[in-house]
């Protein structure tokens, strides 16, 4: 059974920053690109960036919104994803999901996400 | 960018055909996903690649696309089916797009 589980959320500051995890079973991590995709409080989905595969030389991508401040990592050793997240604004806080892509366009399993809260 | 414009809401009586668009230029050219949300939740893929199922979704979600609208059908709506819905698509610019979102409430 597949199974992503995010940790890392919590409050900060305004400037700050937050580093969530994500952790992976049930599939073969490193086959998959991985992505982050946010939700701010009943709000819509937005997609915050993503790590391909080894195979495709882990390059990453982000949203414009975050480019610059979040960095998306992984760990195929310990099956783990991870979102360093610098320069927090208000605008920030959201539920992020950690979510499986097939690689095709969409994304067919998701963790239950980690709440990052921004404010002062 | 591109854009994915969802009704705010749609309700459908029990047992009833629900309808739910995602309207985007020349989408009938793009593969559109769908998921759904129930509160407190994540969310779930429901269609993908425009009329795909996933292994256990219903067979009572379908899905079409073409020109500048894609759709959701849900037929035989069930209370389990409350939830919110959102299409999807890649554009090479973003690259992934979320349309706006639609509630479905079951009456």
């Known amino acids: 059974e597949v199974q992503l589980v995010e940790s890392g959320g919590g409050l900060v500051q305004p400037g700050g920053s937050l580093r969530l995890s994500c952790a992976a079973s049930?599939?073969?991590?490193?086959?998959?690109?991985m992505d982050w995709v946010r939700q701010a409080p009943g709000k819509g989905l937005e997609w915050v960036g993503r790590t391909r595969n080894k195979a495709n030389s882990y390059t990453t991508e982000y949203a414009a919104s975050v480019k610059g401040r979040f960095t998306i990592s992984r760990d195929d050793s310990e099956n783990s994803l991870y979102l360093q997240m610098n320069s927090l604004k208000t605008e920030d806080t959201a539920v992020y999901y950690c979510?499986?892509?097939?690689?095709?366009?969409?994304?067919?399993?998701w963790g239950q996400g980690t709440l990052v809260t921004v404010s002062s | 960018s591109y854009e994915l414009t969802q009704p705010l809401s749609v309700s459908v009586a029990l047992g009833q055909t629900a309808r739910i668009t995602c309207g985007g230029n020349n989408i009938g050219s793009k593969n559109v996903h769908w998921y759904q949300q129930k509160p407190g939740q994540a969310p779930v893929l429901v269609i993908y690649?425009?009329?795909n199922r996933p292994s256990g979704i219903p067979e009572r979600f379908s899905g079409s696309n073409s020109g500048n609208t894609a759709t959701l059908t849900i037929s035989r709506a069930q209370a389990g089916d409350e939830a919110d819905y959102y299409c999807q698509v890649w554009d090479g610019s973003t690259p992934y797009v979320f349309g706006t979102g639609t509630k479905v409430t079951v009456l």
């Open positions: 979510a499986r892509s097939p690689g095709s366009g969409w994304f067919d399993y």
């Open positions: 049930g599939f073969t991590f490193s086959d998959h690109y």
């Open positions: 690649r425009d009329s």
